[in-house]
């Protein structure tokens, strides 16, 4: 194996920590982002449960409230 | 101009398509700026870091342009849906941003020979980071969306005159950091098999962005939504 590949010249630290660091803050920043959209969905699910069938079938006419409730039900 | 309502439907159907290309694109991406592009004749393999530092930049400094239209939009004429888009980009450009600086550090130990120097491009780049901090605490912690806006619109536009100076930064003072070698309407001095693996990279964080974004935008408008299930 050609480790050459991975110590570049004696710069690999340089090299594979700044790539790393990227990787990790763009990781992180999904991870987070997709952590609170499903609680968000959940959370949204859970208080349409409140509501009475007459309020429930007002919002399921809208296009958004349709979306959010079909995807939350993917999501599970 | 759309209605958040429609725009939701329409991004939802694409953030499908985003996941789908990513990860090969990725693949693809570091396969050529790790591996297949060619060292640099003075910094050998460092080179490699322009690959996740330059297009970190040009992210941090687009989404902060972006931010600016969007925040004086919605505080000229009230426009509901650019509070959204300026919410649901702030993070992206702020995580580039701090990406931009730390691999920008890293590569200038072995080029410059310091993590650091008060150079005015990179010290233009710090004021930015923290102007993308000073507008997250402001929407996320001012309560009166007026007073929330009025600030934004204040931090968005000193950010934008901090963009121009960012921009000419190396060009008015004496630098340790190198002039732009890619420029759109002038003369690229980049040999194409450096500009491949640059574009490639910058394709996979244009697709990553527009991810987050439609993560983000969702939310905001289930946010939205959940206010409005409460007045029913």
Not at chain 2, 70 to 93: D, E, M, Q, R
Not at chain 2, 120 to 149: V, W
Request: charged share 15%; hydrophobic share 50%.
């Amino acid at each position: 194996m050609n480790l050459n590949i991975f110590i570049m010249g004696g710069y690999g630290l340089y090299v594979w920590s700044a790539f790393l660091f990227a990787f990790l803050v763009c990781l992180i920043l999904f991870l987070k982002t997709r952590k609170s959209l499903l609680k968000l969905e959940k959370d949204y699910k859970e208080e349409v449960k409140k509501l009475s069938a007459e309020q429930v079938e007002t919002l399921s006419k809208a296009k958004i409230s349709r979306d959010i409730l079909t995807s939350q039900s993917k999501v599970k | 101009m759309l209605s958040p309502g429609k725009l939701f439907v329409f991004l939802n159907k694409i953030s499908k398509s985003i996941k789908v290309i990513l990860i090969p694109l990725l693949i693809v991406s570091l396969i050529f700026s790790l591996f297949i592009s060619p060292l640099d004749y003075i910094q050998g393999d460092t080179v490699r870091i322009m690959y996740v530092h330059v297009p970190s930049s040009w992210i941090a400094l687009a989404c902060f342009s972006f931010i600016g239209f969007f925040t004086i939009l919605n505080f000229l004429f009230k426009y509901k849906n650019a509070f959204v888009i300026y919410k649901s980009l702030a993070p992206i450009g702020f995580s580039f941003c701090l990406i931009s600086i730390v691999t920008g550090s890293i590569w200038g130990q072995p080029t410059w020979g310091t993590f650091w120097a008060w150079d005015a491009r990179l010290t233009s780049m710090l004021i930015l980071l923290f102007f993308y901090i000073l507008f997250i605490f402001s929407y996320k912690y001012i309560q009166d969306l007026n007073t929330s806006s009025k600030i934004c619109s204040i931090i968005s536009v000193l950010g934008l005159i901090n963009l121009i100076i960012i921009k000419y930064s190396v060009d008015i003072w004496s630098t340790l950091h190198q002039p732009s070698s890619v420029n759109v309407f002038g003369k690229t001095s980049i040999h194409n098999s450096m500009l491949l693996p640059l574009s490639l990279m910058l394709l996979v964080f244009l697709v990553y962005c527009a991810l987050i974004f439609l993560m983000k935008y969702r939310s905001e408008i289930i946010r939205m939504k959940r206010k409005g299930l409460k007045r029913l």
